[in-house]
């Protein structure tokens, strides 16, 4: 059963000026999801989803809690009291060699500076760290050497025990926002608007120490960098405050690609301006597949073909609001939620080409006078140029929250119908 699961729970802040907006009438015929529950447990904003297995998934926010859900039924299984302030990441776990019981496992940072080990099938605190000077943001695990990063105003290798084997100086005071995995045993930080390779060493005969080294330092962003995605074997991609993209080589960090303009391009409507305030040019949020980068601009989405290095389709107002997360459903869809509340389904569909212009023929051709003129097909030919090979269409909103949607996750459990799990506010 393919189930949504919706995170919610903050009253929108600084709503824009409402913009011409696409609407779609009660009768949703391309819907197929409906609210199936409201879960209620959290006393604050939800700001992450995690599947655990095909039967559960949790879900952690500002109250500093983590709460395990049956996916099928909505029932609450567990509760996981420990961190005193906002869980800032959430990640699945690999169990402990040396744990006989291969329970599933989760690991959880906070405001608190604490990280926490827990076994989501009996609820128990596993392990706690506590010695970090700062709030780790993000969170990966590197399985290819069995070690786990954390993020911060520094950058700290541990292993599965939760020994610290090594860490870099201090990077920033801000911290380190982001964290992918790269070739090479590298790893890519995004630390203010700069990007930093980091190459991690393994211990060998010559040396028993672990070490973690940087080795370049990409600075082509002019504003923090907000969202960092590995989008297949070749490329990840970068987007900052400022509305930049770019699509940088994993092997040889170079840019393949680069867009600055998303709010400048594109349409022909003049009455929409994105341009206005910072914050509707920010890049909150990249999903993708094996051709595009779907981008959460602003209000607005954006399609950025990877092959043809240029945006094929956009919504520059998709809400009335900040949209701060997608994802991607089957059939070319995609899902998005807003600062303003709403939850909005879209699809990306191919434009009718415009027919070639006929050559003119019969008598008067000969002699010139039915030529098209140059200059009057100038502007047509501009126009075509500048138009999308692709729209996104509205097909469906999913109503039901009051305040801003923070997080979207999916999964695949059971086989059941299709349905829609649609958590709102503060309470999942």
Known sequence: MLRWLIG?????????????????GEEQTQNPYT?????????????????????????????????????????????????????TAIITFPPLEACEEKNQLILTASADKTVIVWDCDTG?????????????????????????????????????????????????DTGVSALIEIPKNCV??????????????????????????????LLDHQDNILSLVNVNDLSFVSGSHVGEL?????????VQACERNFWTQLDTQQEIKLCQKPND???????????????????GLYVYNLQMKRVIACQKTAHDSSVLHIARLPNRQLISCSEDGSVRIWELREKQQLAAEPLPTGFFNMWGFGRVNKQASQPVKKQQENTTPCSLELIGDLIGHSSSVEALHTGVYSEMQSTILAPRDPIL
């Not at 919610?8 to 779609?24: D, F, M, W, Y």
């Not at 095909?54 to 567990?78: H, M, P, Y």
């Open 8 to 24: 919610g729970g903050r009253e929108p802040q600084g709503l824009a000026e409402k913009s011409p907006l696409q609407t779609i």
């Open 35 to 87: 609210e199936l529950l409201v879960l209620r447990a959290h006393r604050d904003i939800v700001r992450f989803l995690v599947q655990l297995d095909d039967c559960r998934f949790a879900s952690a926010g500002d109250d500093g809690i983590v709460v395990v859900w049956n996916a099928q039924t909505g029932e609450k299984l567990l509760e996981l009291s420990g961190h005193t302030q906002k869980i």
């Open 124 to 172: 128990r605190q596993v392990r706690k760290v506590s010695c970090f000077h700062s709030t780790v943001k993000c969170l990966t695990i590197l399985q290819r050497l069995d070690v786990w990063l954390s993020g911060g105003s520094d950058l700290c290798v541990w292993n599965r025990r939760l020994d610290l084997l090594c860490k870099t100086s201090h990077l920033s």
């Open 188 to 217: 890519v930080a995004a630390v203010g608007k700069e990007l930093i390779i980091f190459k991690l060493v393994a211990p060998t005969e010559g040396s028993l120490e672990w070490n973690i080294l940087e080795v370049k330092r």
């Open 246 to 254: 770019i699509v940088w080589d994993v092997s040889d960090w170079t």
């Open 281 to 299: 040019i920010s890049i909150h949020h990249f999903t993708w597949d094996e051709e595009n980068v779907f981008a959460a601009v602003g209000r």
